[in-house]
């Protein structure tokens, strides 16, 4: 089940926990200091994406699947 | 000075569920300058990032985890700190009896040091104990609200900013200063200029976002970061021992699997700071309404998150969470540390540096990108010269603060100690 997954640059410090739970489906844009998703990051499961957006610090994670809002990164 | 403090609040309300705290940190509403009038002017912390809120937060973070990133770590994990911790305690535990809490905060200052951007000689025992004064007398500044005299330490604060400045941290910005000039020059004979927190402070400093053209900000900003990566790891160092010897009977075969099993160090060093977080207690006041775990919580309310309690919390630590355990089974997705370095926008941006990366599962092994951490790689070279609790002589608590994760001496045997040989730093 594809995903559709996106880093709000305003929200987003460059933490850095996403790159770390999933290095090959997210990347640290070091002239930005903020985390960009990668294809890769689309076909994750649903679980590592729950977890990756659970634990971004400041909620900047977004996850839609199937048209549902995932969001669960914490409330903006 | 107190006068200034905003002693009422709409409401105090406290969590002490793992899950409650954890909604609260990611709570955009709430923020860590949590009194207003107490960070205005004058205060001791003004415009550091771990009290700042909102988009200029946000920016000094991004520029500021650069140096977090994990080959930036691997670096001081791999290659500084064990040169360092080797040399350091050949020179420091120079006897059978030692006091292991400073050894803890001299081992710990060098690299904050160097990560924040003070260009402090290693090698010189009378600068490193400089520096671990700083961090002694800036700890106390950011406990202000639990001290016991808040004004003596807010003067304190204030006298040891000045010597800090002038003595560590001008040196430091000048040489900077010219090495990113000489940079953007393209001199090619340039020395190349150092990887750490003064330096992105200065290369990015006419952003506005980041509110920095004050030098003072910049100071203390650097003085975080030299606090923040010194205290918690000497304290959790200590405190890891005194788990462990707690623990009667058992703490010399503990010692002994610390000193062969790094992963075990790790997840040692994670139950300690799990039991004994440096702020046991974290604050946060509301900026708006808002809503966390289902209690609503008015603007101007004070909010108490009790993480020494949510670390012990049964649903998420298992029924015998007050027990020393480090091959505790958990939950993957609940941290081993529980929430010692906070959550959210405030999150210890140097965790990974202090306790590595989350540890693997007892059984499993660590893959060659894993890091252990420098606590436990502290922990570790104590384990192997033997280390043992000192019967003559009682460990004592910092009493100058109401924590009572604080140690302020911690005396010790060990059972191997090398004498000082050639060459070694000067004492």
């Keep these: 089940m594809a995903a559709n997954v996106s880093i709000d640059p305003d929200l987003c410090i460059g933490a850095g926990e ?6 090959l489906a997210f990347q640290i844009d070091e002239d930005l200091g903020v985390s960009v998703p990668l294809d890769p990051a689309d076909e994750l499961d649903q679980a590592t994406l729950e977890q990756i957006a659970a634990n ?8 839609l699947i199937a048209g549902v809002d995932g969001r669960t990164g914490g409330v903006r | 000075m107190t006068e200034g403090l905003l002693q009422q609040y709409s409401a105090t309300i406290v969590f002490d569920t793992y899950e409650a705290i954890r909604q609260a940190l990611h709570d955009p509403n709430l ?8 960070y205005a002017e004058g205060n001791i912390r003004d415009g550091v990032v771990s009290i700042s809120h909102g988009s200029m937060q946000r920016a ?9 990133r994990a080959e930036r770590l691997q670096l001081y994990e791999r290659e500084l700190f064990p040169k360092v911790l080797d040399e350091l305690l050949d020179i420091l535990i120079d006897s059978e009896q030692v006091d292991v809490f400073p050894v803890g905060e001299l081992l710990s200052v060098v690299l904050a040091a160097r990560r924040a951007g003070l260009d402090a000689d290693d090698r010189s025992l009378e600068q490193l104990r400089r520096l671990v004064h700083y961090v002694d007398v800036f700890s106390q500044g950011a406990a202000i609200l639990d001290a016991k005299d808040p004004d003596a330490v807010r003067a304190l604060v204030y006298e040891t900013y000045d010597e800090f400045e002038r003595r560590f941290v001008r040196p430091a910005w000048e040489r900077r200063a010219r090495l990113i000039e000489a940079e953007r020059d393209g001199d090619p004979d340039a020395e190349p200029v150092p990887h750490d927190i003064l330096t992105v402070l200065l290369r990015h400093r006419e952003d506005p976002a980041l509110e920095l053209l004050d030098d003072g900000r910049v100071v203390r900003e650097v003085a975080t970061y030299l606090q923040g990566g010194t205290h918690t790891s000497a304290q959790t160092l200590t405190n890891a021992l005194d788990l462990i010897f707690a623990e009667g009977d058992r703490a010399e075969a503990i010692i002994e699997r610390l000193a062969s099993d790094r992963a075990f160090a790790q997840r040692t060093v994670h139950e300690t700071l799990r039991l004994r977080p440096t702020t046991p ?3 946060r006041r509301a900026e708006a309404d808002t809503e966390v775990a289902g209690v609503a919580i008015p603007k101007d309310a004070l909010v108490i998150l009790d993480g020494g309690r949510a670390n012990r919390d049964p649903s998420r630590f298992g029924q015998e969470a007050d027990r020393f355990d480090p091959d505790r089974v958990l939950d993957p997705s609940v941290p081993r540390w529980g929430l010692s370095f906070g959550a959210g926008p405030h999150q210890c941006p140097g965790r990974s540096v202090a306790a590595g990366f989350p540890a693997p599962a007892h059984g499993t092994d660590a893959d060659d990108s894993h890091l252990f951490g420098l606590i436990a790689l502290m922990l570790q070279a104590v384990a192997r010269r033997g280390v043992r609790p000192d019967p003559d002589r009682q460990p004592e608590r910092d009493t100058r603060t109401e924590r009572d994760t604080r140690w302020a001496h911690y005396p010790v045997r060990f059972e191997r100690w090398a004498p000082v040989s050639a060459g070694s730093p000067s004492r």
């Design chain 2, 31 to 38: 923020s860590r300058s949590f009194d207003k009038r107490s």
């Design chain 2, 60 to 68: 000094r973070r991004r520029v500021e985890n650069t140096q977090f």
């Design chain 1, 18 to 23: 996403c790159v770390r739970v999933a290095p």
């Design chain 2, 281 to 283: 207690k974290m604050k």
């Design chain 1, 56 to 63: 971004c610090p400041t909620g900047a994670i977004q996850v």
